[in-house]
């Protein structure tokens, strides 16, 4: 069986779990503790990030990298065109989610964390003391700005990256508009690398991703609260209730730290 070496709140993990799901293969995934973990992956892969695969005795690092090989040695229920200019339009999408969409997503999400009480403890673990939630859940924005401030997401960057966002959003609402999918009539590599890039702005429910109690279903306020932008979140939701596959039908996770912060990836 296939092994995803994974952190559970990566969005290029849930890239690849999307894609393993539609593409109906098997898998295992297993959970990297961030830090000594990681040495084991680096041992496996020569590099530290992840998602790595695990086929047999092959070895493969970075989602794009994965989801060709997957394509190649799965090619039931493709994932890329093979007219050559709607393959450059999935490519060219598939990077821009990953090189656009995620890091902007990390940041507001950051933000929302720090300015939103009811956000901020949702995404604390569901075994955490109520007087320790309460304690996080009243802190002071401008405190959490500080402290995002230190790690490069202050007040405007979080600003910028809301409002290129929604140029992002309206982009997808418009490419959606005449077509089930972003490249026509059926899914491709595009569409699940958007889905998985988005997920930081509008968490999946509790059964596809093992993520805190709570989170399911919630977003960032300013954007997935836009009357406009409801389409793209009930299109995102059509294609996991099409094709994500509940986690409880697979073999559980390897030991691990469990859901990793959502900061790290």
């Excluded at 939630?133 to 979080?158: K, M, Q, S, Y």
């Excluded at 600003?159 to 140029?167: E, F, G, I, N, Y």
């Excluded at 389409?231 to 509940?246: C, K, M, N, P």
Aim: aromatic share 8%.
């Amino acid at each position: 069986m296939l092994e995803l070496y994974q952190f559970e709140a990566s969005s290029f993990a849930e890239k690849i779990r999307l894609i393993l799901d539609y593409k109906q293969v098997p898998y295992r995934k297993v959970e990297v503790t961030p830090g000594v973990g990681q040495v084991e992956v680096f041992q496996m892969s020569g590099q530290r990030q992840v998602p790595v695969l695990k086929d047999g005795e092959l070895v493969i690092p970075d989602s794009t990298a994965i989801a060709l090989h997957l394509e190649k040695a799965y090619p039931d229920r493709p994932l890329i065109p093979t007219d050559p200019k709607q393959k450059g339009l999935c490519l060219a999408l598939e990077a821009w989610a990953d090189e656009a969409i995620v890091p902007k997503a990390r940041i507001v999400m950051v933000g929302a964390f720090k300015q939103h009480p009811n956000f901020r403890t949702a995404l604390l673990p569901s075994f955490t003391p109520g007087p320790l939630r309460d304690l996080v859940g009243a802190l002071p924005g401008d405190i959490l700005n500080l402290v995002g401030t230190g790690v490069g997401f202050g007040p405007e960057d979080i600003k910028v990256a809301t409002a290129s966002l929604r140029q992002d959003l309206e982009a997808l609402v418009l490419m959606l508009q005449n077509s089930p999918y972003l490249l026509g009539e059926q899914p491709s590599l595009a569409d699940f690398a958007v889905a998985a890039a988005t997920m930081y702005l509008k968490f999946p429910t509790a059964q596809y991703v093992d993520l805190p109690n709570g989170i399911g279903g919630k977003g960032v306020p300013g954007l997935v609260d836009v009357p406009e932008f409801q389409a793209f979140f009930a299109w995102r939701d059509r294609l996991y209730s099409d094709f994500r596959t509940a986690r409880t039908n697979v073999p559980p996770a390897s030991p691990g730290s469990g859901p990793t912060p959502i900061s790290i990836d």
